[in-house]
């Protein structure tokens, strides 16, 4: 089972101009576990985190995931990739339920509304669907964030700053996303806040030296 | 995941009824576009009054520059829309997680046609109250209005979505805009001159086959470029 998921990081490093932020990070992470990324702000953590979404180039170094025999640079896994961020943005001018249906339709999928609803309920938005994303408050932009990311039901989830603007029952979301995440993916963490350094089974700590 | 060939179709389809019930809802561009248009008209109209009486080919030449100028910078003004809105709202990062850069560039280009389309009838049918132009072949005048459109759309779909990622992104896509949309501007206004005036379709097909080499052109380049400039 251990070799159907693999994440694999090889002597990543990563640049801001001429500012180094990561070096030399390799590393293994095979299916059912979970990493968190801890470190100061500037340390290089949601940095790591774009690396391993393909939303930016390492500036040296390899990253590949092994699904099924395959392996794939991040680019090439969107398919395997959920990404919940603060700096992931949904359509405001569209309603939570309209947003969830387009990402699926340009992901292919089919889901009709009852499974969307049900994706919504599962992140505590039930009965809010037909708002527009204007209308939510910042924590239910963060829970969207969740529908959106595990909407295609991704083996791979990672996770940045993962309860920022959530309240109790988010923060209690957020822990059975990872726990379900747990029995058949791999989980990436990053984060400042020390109560959920518990969700890892591994803690990589960064710093800015 | 490999997208095939309908998935690609389909996702593109998505991008853009999304775009389209987004617009709908915001009118950011459609809104800006139709009042520079019509502003255009009026202003035509009230200020070179003598362009809808007389029937000569500079009058003809005249009209259909003024019909282009106003089609191009009412386009400039929302064809960009799309793309930056993409970047400036940070949506793109979902969108670029979610579909294939091929599916996007062909969704947004669509929107911008069917776009720029709406707003070829509402500026046509403008100049043709306020300024009184008459034309002579329709048939031509419309393959002409279509064949221009798309040689604006392919150009200025792929430089939109280059410049969205800058700052002073309106100056900068006029300027960048500009000389790459000279040499098909000429071509349609003098195309669509000989439509006012009323030549036959075997006057006007040469400068039908040029726009769309151009625009067939502009296509293909823009399909082989959007995936860097969308991953940039």
Known sequence: MNNILRLDLHNIAANYGARRVLQQITLTLRQCETLVISGVNGSGKSTLLRLLSGLQQPASGTIHYHYQGTCYTPRQAMHLLGWVAPDLALYRELTGRENLRFFAAVRGLQRNDTQLDELLARVGLAGRGDDRVACYSSGMTHRLRYAYALLHDPPVLLLDEPTVTLDESGVAMVTRVVEMQRTFGITVIATNDVRELCFGDYVLTLDTA | ?232
């Not at chain 2, 800006?32 to 009486?53: D, E, I, P, R, Y």
């Not at chain 2, 969704?107 to 707003?119: E, I, P, R, S, W």
């Open chain 2, 1 to 232: 995941m490999p997208f095939s060939l309908p998935m690609l179709f389909s996702a593109a389809w998505s991008v853009f009824a999304k775009d389209l019930l987004s617009e709908l809802r915001t009118r950011y561009a459609l809104n800006a576009m139709l009042l520079f248009a019509a502003s255009t008209a009026v202003a035509v109209s009230l200020g070179a009054q003598f362009l809808g009486t007389r029937r000569d080919d500079e009058t003809f030449l005249l009209q259909s520059a003024l019909l282009w100028i106003a089609l191009l910078f009412a386009a400039l003004n929302g064809l960009s829309r799309s793309f930056v809105q993409e970047e400036e709202t940070r949506t793109a990062l979902a969108l670029r997680l979610a579909t294939p850069p091929i599916a996007v560039y062909l969704g947004k280009l669509l929107f911008n046609l069917v776009l720029l389309l709406a707003l070829d009838v509402v500026t046509s049918l403008l100049f043709m109250i306020f300024v009184r132009v008459q034309v002579e072949n329709t048939g031509l005048f419309i393959s002409l209005l279509a064949a221009g459109s798309l040689c604006l759309t392919t150009a200025t779909t792929i430089l939109a979505a280059i410049i969205a990622k800058a700052s002073f992104k309106s100056a900068l896509f006029a300027v960048v805009a500009f000389p790459l949309l000279i040499p098909p501007l000429i071509i349609v206004i003098q195309g669509t001159a000989l439509a006012l005036a009323g030549a036959p379709w075997v006057d006007g097909l040469l400068h039908l086959r040029t726009l769309l080499s151009y625009a067939v052109a502009t296509f293909v380049t823009s399909l082989l470029l959007f995936g860097f400039v969308w991953e940039a």
